[in-house]
């Protein structure tokens, strides 16, 4: 009977989401402006959210992708919420089980294969994850997937010293002088440029590394935190073998 | 309807199956994977769709990261659901 109901109304809920998304995903013509009105900028009213993000963002932040100008100039603040978010996570994880070890029985000694292949690529995952948050302006990507790269690195690591964790206080101090140095900047911006996040930094020439001036910085500190994050997060959750 | 979002449409019918049967078992190990592939697939979506960013983050993240906690806790619990 429940199992009945509960079909049902996955059933339903699904032809309703699908309802609205036939009934919406009908051509928008941006460029008479949607639906999304700015309240904020009356002169340009008839002018769409979107498409002012498209026209604008080389101007105001100098960043060459359009979605890293939106998560860290415009939308800068909720960026720190969530990488807040994050660290609440993280911490509340550490407090529930950092005190309880976890007690292996017999340590399980590593796949050859695992431990010979990690040595090899292990430096390749984090220069990748580097290199996806210090070009976060430049490509696809950012702060975020970058750390979520190396972590995935300190996962293989795991994988491999079964019965070592991770340098758990290195992590953490990484982690915090990240999230300092992100708040730092974004401080500077208050005394500098009167505005929270705000940009303080000339832009420089547009498509290259060193330009649209806070972004990278704040990308670079995002990537170290949450690298060492998740890092953290994993070596907590996996536990440390004791005799 | 271009090919690459058919394809993408037939990847999003792809993520249902995993996806229920990640509910429906007991051995939570099996439903861990079958979540990793539903992501993974998932990612591929995003990609499709033109949002490489959320991609990036959806593999790392999802496939990657989210699987391995998961089969750690279950390390550290119960194998089979009650």
């Known amino acids: 009977m429940r199992k009945a109901i509960a079909i049902i109304i996955s059933v339903a809920v699904f032809v309703?989401?699908?309802?609205?998304?036939?009934?919406?995903?009908?051509?928008?013509?941006?460029?008479?402006?949607?639906?999304?009105?700015?309240p904020i900028n009356d002169h340009q009213a008839n002018q769409s959210v979107p498409q002012q993000y498209l026209n604008d963002s080389r101007k105001d932040t100098g960043s060459q992708n359009v979605v890293t100008a939106i998560v860290v100039e415009y939308r800068g603040f909720d960026t720190l919420g969530e990488v807040t978010v994050l660290f609440t996570a993280a911490t509340g994880l550490a407090i529930l089980l950092?005190?309880?070890?976890r007690r292996i029985e017999k340590a399980v000694e590593p796949n050859f294969v695992t431990q010979v292949a990690t040595v090899i690529i292990l430096p390749f995952i984090v220069i990748v994850g580097a290199y996806i948050f210090i070009h976060g302006h430049l490509t696809p990507g950012g702060g975020f997937?970058?750390?979520?790269?190396?972590?995935?690195?300190?996962?293989?690591?795991l994988l491999v010293e079964?019965?070592?964790?991770l340098p758990?206080?290195?992590l953490s101090i990484t982690e915090s002088l990240a999230g300092m140095s992100y708040a730092l900047i974004g401080l500077l911006g208050l005394v500098l440029a009167n505005e929270f996040l705000e940009n303080y930094l000339p832009t420089g020439i547009f498509g290259t590394v060193f330009s649209a001036g806070i972004i990278p910085l704040i990308y670079i500190a995002i990537g170290f935190k949450v690298g060492s994050e998740l890092g953290g997060i994993l070596h907590n959750i996996k536990g440390v073998h004791e005799e | 309807?271009?090919?690459?979002?058919?394809?993408?449409?037939?990847?999003?019918?792809?993520?249902i199956p995993p996806a229920i049967y990640a509910v429906e078992t007991k051995d939570l190990l099996s439903a861990a994977i079958a979540v990793g592939f539903a992501d993974l697939v998932a990612a591929i979506v995003f990609l499709l769709l033109q949002a490489p960013d959320v991609a990036i983050?959806?593999?790392?993240?999802?496939?990657?990261?989210t699987l391995a906690i998961f089969v750690y806790a279950i390390q550290r619990t119960e194998r089979w659901e009650k």
Request: no cysteine; proline share 3%; glycine share 12%.
């Open chain 1, 16 to 38: 309703i989401l699908a309802y609205f998304f036939v009934t919406s995903s009908a051509p928008i013509n941006y460029t008479t402006g949607g639906d999304y009105v700015n």
């Open chain 1, 98 to 101: 950092g005190e309880y070890k």
């Open chain 1, 145 to 157: 997937p970058g750390g979520a790269i190396i972590a995935s690195g300190f996962l293989l690591l």
């Open chain 1, 162 to 165: 079964t019965n070592r964790g």
């Open chain 1, 168 to 170: 758990e206080k290195k």
């Open chain 2, 1 to 15: 309807m271009s090919v690459f979002l058919i394809i993408a449409w037939i990847l999003a019918a792809l993520i």
């Open chain 2, 57 to 65: 983050t959806q593999a790392a993240i999802g496939a990657g990261i």
